[in-house]
């Protein structure tokens, strides 16, 4: 007999982080940065396993980190994954960005109310007018905690593009800037439009 789609998500989210998904706590922070997995598991301990994912598991907080690797493809994967857990409670993209806007300078944190669907990975989950946007619910709690840090975030518009050195083209910056597109990055687009598709509440804090 062939496998289900909701088995299959469970032995592959299994496969590639290497724990039962039983253990992945209610709230998870995702990146693909592997400092920032290794900076939580300093500060929380928790129990780490990897496979194709990086996974450090704090139970203490209830709150799970993975680092999924690069690229919009890897980050859909991880987001309908993660549609199956019947706990989840919410999803927090924690990513970098290019800036695009002159007024932003290095160490910038943005919590993006949108995301221009530039790459091509979402089409498959989204109609193309469907706007990429994180769940409103979401994103004050991450507005929230870069202010009880004593930041201000910027919130705006970000770009996702599948494209590697687009900042050698100046007439396509140029054109980000005119549509006062504060920043770039390569899968947000992709976690949002796919996060909306199997109803996941999702927000972001990204750093310049």
């Given at each position: ?7 299959y ?42 496979g ?155 750093l310049?």
């Amino acid at each position: 007999m062939a496998l289900k789609e909701h088995e299959y998500i469970r032995q592959t989210l299994e496969r590639y982080t290497n724990c039962d998904p039983e253990d992945i706590c209610d709230f998870v922070l995702i990146t693909n940065f592997k400092q920032y997995i290794s900076r939580f598991k300093e500060k929380f301990q928790g129990d780490y396993s990897e496979g194709n994912f990086r996974i450090l598991r704090a139970k203490d907080i209830n709150c799970t980190m993975i680092d999924y690797g690069i690229g919009s493809p890897q980050a859909a994967l991880l987001i309908n994954c993660l549609a199956y857990l019947d706990k989840l409670k919410a999803v927090i993209v924690l990513g970098m960005c290019g800036g695009i806007d002159d007024t932003l300078e290095i160490g910038d944190f943005i919590v993006p109310s949108a995301a221009i669907r530039g790459e091509g990975t979402s089409r498959h989950y989204l109609p193309s007018e469907f706007p990429a946007i994180p769940t409103s619910s979401v994103n004050p709690f991450c507005i929230g905690a870069v202010r009880k840090i004593g930041l201000i975030p910027r919130c705006g518009i970000v770009y996702t593009t599948d494209r590697r050195l687009w900042e050698f083209d100046v007439e396509f910056v140029t054109y980000l800037r005119q549509q006062r597109i504060l920043a770039i990055d390569m899968e947000l687009a992709t976690l949002f439009s796919v996060a909306y598709n199997y109803e996941v509440p999702i927000g972001s804090v990204m750093l310049i």
